[in-house]
T-cell receptor, first 113, second 112 residues
Framework: EAQVTQNPRYLITVTGKKLTVTCSQN?????MSWYRQDPGLGLRQIYY???????DKGDVPEGYKVSRKEKRNFPLILESPSPNQTSLYFC????????????FGDGTRLSIL | GDSVTQMEGPVTLSEEAFLTINCTYT??????LFWYVQYPGEGLQLLLK?????DKGSNKGFEATYRKETTSFHLEKGSVQVSDSAVYFC???????????FGRGTSLIVHP
């Protein structure tokens, strides 16, 4: 089944404790992205990647890191999480081309205490 | 820059009512347009798309027509069901930028 898989789905942690949210897609998509979703603010893009070893900042990159060492994986790293990073996070992937839709994972709900 | 404006919700309807969710956009290029749906506890999934002017996207009884002259892509359904309760996002991909642009989402609540 074609899918984008995120882990964990839920995480409660404390300020400053490094964490990684994994994302994997099995559709051989070139493009991958991370978003956060907050009430009243909609979806905001954190980082995106156009291919292996090619990443760039989205609208809200501060406090996050990413890497793209393999085409299928695009982990999101919070080196020193803070409470304002409490949010619902989505990973997405798509083929190149403007007419291609995004395929989203089911989301990761992070709570930073 | 590009932008997508959706009507604010929540939109509350009775079952079998007619639905319209308005979406207008601004773009520097000639974008492709999308509607995504997010059911509770899930990620967004593609509902329908249109890639050129006057194209009509349709799926699951929902329709939207790409109107270049009014820069709009309104979502419609003739008879909603309780199972349509979800958040709906209008979005565009513009050739000038990889970063897709999303509207803020419109919550739809359908009562029996």
């Amino acid at each position: 089944e074609a899918q984008v898989t995120q882990n964990p789905r839920y995480l409660i942690t404390v300020t400053g404790k490094k964490l990684t949210v994994t994302c994997s897609q099995n559709m051989n998509h070139e493009y991958m992205s991370w978003y956060r979703q907050d009430p009243g603010l909609g979806l905001r893009q954190i980082y995106y990647s156009m291919n292996v070893e090619v990443t760039d900042k989205g609208d809200v990159p501060e406090g996050y890191k990413v890497s793209r060492k393999e085409k299928r994986n695009f982990p999101l790293i919070l080196e020193s999480p803070s409470p304002n990073q409490t949010s619902l996070y989505f990973c997405a992937s798509r083929l190149g081309g403007d007419n291609q839709p995004q395929h989203f994972g089911d989301g990761t709900r992070l709570s930073i205490l | 820059g590009d932008s997508v404006t959706q009507m604010e919700g929540p939109v509350t309807l009775s079952e079998e009512a007619f639905l319209t969710i308005n979406c207008t956009y601004t773009a520097t290029g000639y974008p492709s347009l999308f509607w995504y749906v997010q059911y509770p506890g899930e990620g967004l999934q593609l509902l329908l798309k249109a890639t050129k002017a006057d194209d009509k996207g349709s799926n699951k009884g929902f329709e939207a027509t790409y109107r270049k002259e009014t820069t709009s892509f309104h979502l419609e359904k003739g008879s909603v069901q309780v199972s349509d309760s979800a958040v709906y996002f209008c979005a565009l991909n513009d050739g000038g930028s990889y970063i897709p642009t999303f509207g803020r989402g419109t919550s739809l609540i359908v009562h029996p």
